[in-house]
């Protein structure tokens, strides 16, 4: 075969290859053609006006690729961005008990502890003058002790003092005093005053160092008889006021001169649930600390002239462990029994719904001891530190609410309508014709009394 045979073979072979690539020139032209005549029917089409809308051509449709899906960040991002309000108040929240709560555990982490003269001995004291029975006192007087202060309590009778020595513990120590006797309670007084200011030796071959008077603390006596004022005799009204106000204040009288002197604190301790809320059936309780309330802001503003700090510590409800516990409540409940069937008929037809309901709920809540069915207490550590604060700050707040429901009750009874601190105590409204029902008389008084629960 010759060389010209080859090219011409060659030529053969290249023929349909050329005949498919022009055809497809072809093809893509002609298609290219119709796609433009038919992309401009469609759009003389929809564009018109006079052909109705059902025959008008569908618009091609437009492809969209599918979401990318976000990620966590970006969704929790969007969701900020669309609830700005809501993001801010949660914040608000959170941040605010974060920070409660870190400075409460901080506040419990630190080490209270009170000074110690160049010895190493204990140099401050502090009097309380409350009752040595009273869990309150107890309580302080082992916490305070534990920290590093001498204690004195003040004692009346020799039953008292031995309660104070059964302590067993060194300092911790009985302050006997007279409060009814002036003359023999300003004795007491000059002698505590000389024990403070003469040198003491703690030990053999140590250095003479004197005390130094941190504080007073007053606790009144914390119980109070209940009842409709009706039925409370002027008796109790009489101790009442006797022992729970004069007494504080002429406890706090014998002190001033060695609280001017030393410069010291003076605290109170008094109740401020029952007062906050002024329920019925509390006016004795409600009364006094009113006047003790009175009392303390005098005094502040009188000693607040010398630099001297007063303080006034309102209680809630505290969980003082054994001290009173299911016995208590027992007791309680008895008692109240013992009460309404001690009244006339006609003051039970009027008060001893109201008065056993609002005494049932005091045990379901915070209004009660904190011992018995009622809501827990705060525990006793809050008050040993708020005290110890108090004594030792260097400008303390003159008002500390302490225990639960100290705070809350007291907004309560301010700003909450008066029907609604009833409701909360289970006080309804006596109807007449109640006030014109009598009791059927019974010798053990069982019949009452079950009469009187089923108005509950």
């Not at 690729?65 to 976000?70: A, G, I, N, Q, W």
């Not at 009622?374 to 005290?387: I, T």
């Not at 008066?418 to 006596?430: N, T």
């Amino acid at each position: 075969m010759t060389s010209d045979d080859q090219h011409f073979f060659d030529v053969l072979a290249n023929v349909p290859n050329d005949i498919k690539k022009y055809s497809n020139e072809v093809a893509d032209t002609i298609d290219r053609h119709f796609e433009s005549v038919a992309k401009s029917l469609r759009e003389a089409l929809t564009s018109s006006k006079w052909l109705p809308d059902a025959a008008k051509p569908a618009p091609k449709p437009v492809y969209t690729p599918p979401p990318v899906p976000l990620s966590y960040y970006e969704r929790a991002h969007d969701w900020v961005m669309k609830h700005t309000a809501l993001t801010a108040a949660i914040i608000a929240f959170v941040g605010t008990g974060s920070f409660l709560i870190y400075r409460q555990r901080k506040s419990y982490s630190r080490k209270r502890r009170a000074r110690r003269a160049s010895n190493g001995a204990r140099k401050d004291v502090v009097v309380i003058a409350g009752s040595p029975s009273d869990p309150i006192t107890k309580s302080l007087a082992l916490d305070l002790e534990r920290r590093g202060f001498i204690v004195y309590i003040v004692v009346n009778t020799i039953e008292e003092e031995q309660l104070v020595r059964n302590e067993s513990r060194v300092d911790i120590r009985p302050l006997n005093m007279n409060i009814v006797d002036p003359l023999s309670s300003q004795t007491a007084v000059e002698q505590f005053h000389r024990i403070l200011v003469n040198p003491q030796i703690a030990f053999t071959g140590a250095t003479p160092h004197h005390l130094n008077l941190s504080g007073i603390i007053v606790i009144p006596d914390m119980t109070y008889p209940s009842g409709p004022i009706e039925m409370v005799s002027p008796d109790l009204w009489s101790d009442a006021l006797n022992i729970k106000v004069l007494g504080t204040i002429a406890t706090t009288q014998v002190f001033l001169r060695m609280i001017r002197d030393f410069h010291a604190r003076l605290l109170f301790l008094t109740p401020s649930i029952i007062p906050s809320l002024g329920p019925p059936f509390h006016g004795v309780e409600t009364s006094v600390v009113a006047a003790l309330d009175g009392f303390t802001t005098s005094l502040r503003a009188e000693l607040g002239t010398m630099g001297i700090d007063v303080c006034q510590l309102k209680l809630g409800t505290f969980d003082c462990g054994s001290v009173g516990g299911r016995q208590h409540l027992q007791t309680s409940i008895h008692s109240t029994r013992a009460d309404v069937l001690s009244w006339p008929a006609t003051a039970r037809a009027a008060y001893a719904k109201n008065y056993v309901a609002q005494t049932h709920a005091g045990n379901r809540s915070c209004t009660g001891n904190g011992n018995g069915n009622g809501l827990k207490g705060s525990p006793l550590r809050e008050l040993h530190n708020a005290v110890f604060d108090a004594l030792t700050q260097s400008r303390p707040k003159q008002l500390w609410r302490v225990g639960r429901g100290s705070l809350v009750y007291d907004v309560v009874g301010k700003w909450a309508p008066r029907g609604l601190v009833g409701w909360m105590m289970g006080v309804k409204r006596v109807s007449r014709e109640e006030l014109e029902e009598a009791f059927v008389p019974d010798v053990t008084g069982s019949v009452e009394w079950e009469k009187v629960d089923k108005l509950v």
